[in-house]
């Protein structure tokens, strides 16, 4: 029964979704993350100096709307490199590689920022759901499980012992009316705050969050149980 009543709902989506990203990806690839930023920054010691931000930086829109060329979505977002490859043996598929791509960002000085950063692939999924006749999945419905995939992603993440220290979250609202530069600023605000984290100077207060940055405060879901899918309530939203 109350299989059922999830299912109806749809509630187990955005569940599935972020342990099948966890277990199939995420817990693959971050525990190596920090030995490729070693590798990359002993042949390029001045483009990774924060330690802090030695992290895989995973994009959460919640409108699921993900660009393949993140150079696309921004042209403040600039291609630089791949870190070093991965490569194992999976499910069947010989020398399969995982590797992610160093970026760099520029800011209002036009002063370059690095980090690894890409988008979380499950939202994908989500969104074709939602075009797809046969999901019968809503617009409406198609937030709901974005936010819940975060908050299930982030809950994960946080008891994952191999992966402490590897990532950050970025989980954000797209702006109503498009911004030229809204994706970089995002990522900025993220990797200030982890220079202050590392370099904190006590004179200055940190950077204020910018209105469309969620934390899991924010995003605080309730699901119903009951035999009618249910909208997930969000404070923030």
């Given at each position: ?23 199939g990806y995420l817990k693959i690839v971050l525990p190596r993350v920090k030995k490729s930023m070693e590798e ?198």
């Amino acid at each position: 029964e109350i299989s059922e009543m999830s299912e109806s709902s749809k509630q187990n989506v955005a569940h599935g979704l972020a342990w099948s990203y966890y277990v199939g990806y995420l817990k693959i690839v971050l525990p190596r993350v920090k030995k490729s930023m070693e590798e990359f920054t002993s042949n390029n010691p001045n483009l990774l100096a924060c330690r802090k931000t030695w992290k895989l930086h995973i994009l959460i829109p919640l409108s699921c709307d993900v660009y393949d060329d993140l150079e696309t979505a921004d042209s403040n977002i600039q291609y630089l490199t791949d870190l070093t490859e991965t490569t194992l043996a999976r499910a069947g598929t010989k020398k399969r590689v995982y590797k992610h791509s160093l970026y760099a960002i520029r800011d209002e000085e036009n002063e370059l920022w690095h980090c690894a950063v890409e988008y979380a692939t499950p939202l994908q999924s989500l969104y074709a759901m939602s075009q797809d006749e046969c999901a019968a999945f809503s617009r409406e419905e198609r937030l709901e499980q974005a936010k819940l995939f975060y908050r299930t992603l982030e809950e994960i993440l946080k008891d994952s012992k191999e992966c402490a220290g590897t990532y950050r979250l970025i989980a954000y609202e797209e702006p109503g009316e498009a911004e030229t530069h809204f994706l970089s600023r995002e990522i900025l605000w993220h990797l200030r705050q982890q220079h202050h984290e590392e370099f904190p100077v006590h004179e200055e207060t940190p950077p204020p969050a910018p209105s469309t940055t969620l934390d899991s405060a924010e995003l605080n879901l309730q699901i119903s149980m009951s035999d009618l899918p249910q909208p997930l309530r969000s404070d923030g939203f």
